[in-house]
């Protein structure tokens, strides 16, 4: 079979493992489905991907799927993926949450978060106590962060400004990793073009689109 041919098999198969609610089924299919379609093929790259997606919001991970939708919406910017990205995400780029304090939340756990484990050999926790004090200092700081009258009044751009320069002093667990910040020159793209739409020319905003907060399980 050519590529295609056994791309849209699986693409078929996947579909119909989702109609029949065995979405952890279909995600397997699908995943081989978008392995077979080479990247010069945007259309059928972005309609896989669009429906990766789907079967991971079934599964409920929600981060991957954002990932997945975020790239299907950017290989075509008039279809079905772009309207459904841009209804389920929020000025991060992230699932949108109930309130928008819980967004800032997410972002900002986010981005504490992989800040940490970035450093971490693995990128991962060592341990359940490692994970659980990690968690609650940066909970800290998101108390005294948002009790803060300024904090209200900041714009999505600035606020995760904010959240990358907060540097909390977490206790040493275990060996550390050398790989460190590749983060930098993001940070500037930040500061400049946070709401102005983003320089891929995909019309979205910086921050929903190639700027937009990556969950740790994206890491
Ligand atoms: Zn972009």
Redesign the pocket.
């Known amino acids: 079979m050519a590529s295609g041919g056994k791309s849209a098999f699986y693409l078929r198969k996947g579909l119909r493992e989702l109609s029949r609610h065995n979405p952890s089924r279909a995600l397997a299919f699908i995943r081989q489905a978008v392995e077979q379609i080479p990247p010069s093929c945007e259309q059928e790259l972005s309609k896989a991907l669009y429906w990766l997606s789907i079967a991971l919001l079934r599964l409920d991970q929600r981060d991957l799927a954002v990932k997945s939708l975020a790239n299907a919406q ?1 290989l075509r910017h008039q279809s079905f993926a772009r309207k459904f990205y841009v209804r389920h995400v929020n000025q991060y780029g992230m699932i949108k949450r109930p309130t928008a304090e819980l967004d800032d939340l997410y972002a900002f756990t986010s981005i504490q978060l992989s800040s940490y484990l970035i450093k971490r050999l693995s990128h991962r926790f060592g341990s359940e106590v490692e994970h659980s004090t990690v968690l609650k200092l940066i909970l800290e700081a998101w108390k005294q962060l948002s009790k803060s009258e300024e904090f209200s009044s900041l714009e999505c751009g600035e606020k995760l400004l904010l959240f990358k320069k907060i540097k909390i002093d977490f206790p040493i667990f275990g060996a550390y990793s050398t790989t460190l910040r590749f983060r930098d020159r993001q940070d500037m793209a930040y500061s400049r073009n946070s709401v102005s739409a ?5 019309g ?1 905003s ?1 921050t929903q ?3 937009r907060v990556r969950s740790i399980s994206e890491l």
């Open positions: 950017k983003c320089s891929c020319g995909s979205l910086y689109c190639c700027g």
